[in-house]
């Protein structure tokens, strides 16, 4: 693999974002099963060319981890750089272009991690490398990491780092993903950041009734036991409503989308206005149940092997999403509640609280800087990550205040590419991006009081 031939000089830094992300892109991390090995490694060669000492830390065959140090003097506590190395899988049948060939034409750059993460990955490489180019005055030790296994359960990556290599990727402010730049209507620049995410429960329920010939009629088998149990999820969404976050994110929705749409996004947080229109809105556009309640689906089904043969059990295995504020313990007490037979057995199979993080401090407010030095007149909020759970969860038990932002504008369009087809980034994101990225993390590094007024 050829590597990026990018000196100390280089002040073409959206150039060389975009050649480091090229090659990024070429490394297969699909997970399953992963095989990060070869992305650290990458990574760790283009760290050691630039004088930057990179370990790599394998958990298990193929898997591994990078952390990278710069020293600053403390007079802050470490900032870090995260972004996550494996990428989902992608069907190359329905694909314009090979997922890991980088294909790169008419100022686009294909590939699966384009956007989720390796994109950012790189813009952040490119600022850690400037702050050693530039000899930069730190007054906080930069942390870059690149971990493995966000795509399932991070047993391999973050949560494998934090409990056997704490004191490496301790920091107080953490960069990662969580949100991306919109455009509204009369070409305002939208931007959330990501600051607080909802928890995840999943749970394993079991049903159990004797087993038997199919041929009978048995209304407490295991299959119709289950089954009344879980047509009781069908119904309204619980815990309808709005936090501070959830408010931002739909102001922000509510200017992209302007007219009377928009209207009603912007003013939901009227308790009246929330109660009559909330559910609505949920199921026309389902990605908005995600901010509005917290959300519960059966996912996975499975119960006997014979057509003619009633099974002793079947179970289900159940996603709940719950809104900050709201704690594994109480979701799991109401959907035993719902369901409600006491002969079902419940497996909590993971539970991950919801977790917020201060709308302030260094990085976040770093961050905003860039963006308003970027695209002048620009809206930035905190919210709500839209979809999921991010690495951010983990640092912000521990305390850290976590801001997640890709500091692109994209249009739909191309986020649904994102776990989609064809994912990709243009030159103009990358080269906007990763001068955002630099901005930030220098101001982030040195400042220690004014921050505009550190320069290198």
Not at 177 to 190: M, N, R
Not at 326 to 334: K, N, S
């Amino acid at each position: 693999m050829n590597q990026v031939a990018l000196g100390p000089a280089s002040t073409d830094l959206g150039a060389e974002a975009r050649l480091r992300l090229q090659q990024y892109l070429r490394v297969d991390t699909t997970n399953p099963p992963g095989h990060e090995h070869a992305a650290a490694r990458l990574l760790a060669s283009w760290l050691e060319a630039e004088g930057i000492a990179a370990t790599v830390y394998e958990p298990a065959p193929g898997r591994a981890n990078l952390v990278a140090r710069l020293p600053g003097d403390g007079s802050l506590p470490p900032l870090m750089l995260l972004h996550h190395m494996d990428v989902v899988p992608a069907d190359a049948d329905r694909w314009s272009h090979p997922a890991f060939s980088g294909h790169d034409e008419g100022g686009v750059l294909w590939g699966r991690g384009a956007l989720d993460m390796k994109g950012l990955g790189i813009m952040q490489l490119v600022a850690f490398v400037e702050l050693k180019r530039r000899a930069a005055n730190l007054a906080r030790d930069v942390i870059f990491c690149a971990v493995a296994d966000e795509e399932t359960t991070s047993e391999y990556g973050a949560r494998w780092l934090l409990e056997h290599h704490p004191d490496e990727i301790a920091a107080d402010d953490v960069w990662n993903e969580g949100s991306v730049g919109l455009l509204g209507p009369h070409g305002e620049h939208l931007f959330g950041i990501a600051t607080a995410e909802r928890g995840s429960l999943w749970v394993k329920v079991t049903a159990h009734g004797e087993p038997g010939h199919g041929s009978v009629d048995r209304p407490d088998s295991a299959t119709r036991r289950l089954i009344r149990a879980l047509a009781r999820l069908e119904g309204p969404l619980h815990n309808l409503e709005l936090s501070v976050e959830s408010q931002n994110t739909l102001r922000l929705l509510g200017q992209m989308q302007g007219g009377l749409e928009g209207w009603l996004l912007g003013n939901l947080h009227r308790p009246l206005m929330l109660r009559l229109f909330g559910p609505l809105i949920a199921r026309k556009e389902p990605l908005l149940s995600s901010i509005l309640a917290s959300t519960c689906n059966t996912t996975v089904l499975a119960a006997g092997s014979n057509v003619n043969v009633m099974p002793a059990q079947a179970s289900a295995l159940i996603d709940i999403r719950m809104l900050p504020g709201h704690g594994p313990d109480d979701e799991l007490a109401w959907l035993e509640r719902t369901l409600g037979d006491p002969g079902l057995t419940f497996e909590v199979i993971e539970a991950r609280p919801p977790t917020r993080s201060a709308s302030q401090g260094p990085l976040y407010d770093a961050i905003s800087d860039a963006l308003r030095a970027e695209y002048p007149g620009c809206a930035v909020e905190p919210i709500v990550t839209p979809t999921g759970t991010t690495d951010s969860a983990f640092f912000r038990l521990l305390g850290a205040r976590a801001s997640g932002l890709l500091p692109i504008v994209a249009p739909l369009e191309q986020l649904k590419t994102m776990h989609g087809d064809d994912e990709r980034i243009t030159h103009d994101q990358i080269d906007r991006g990763t001068r955002v990225v630099v901005s930030a993390v220098r101001q982030a590094a040195t400042a220690r009081g004014s921050a505009k007024q550190q320069p290198f």
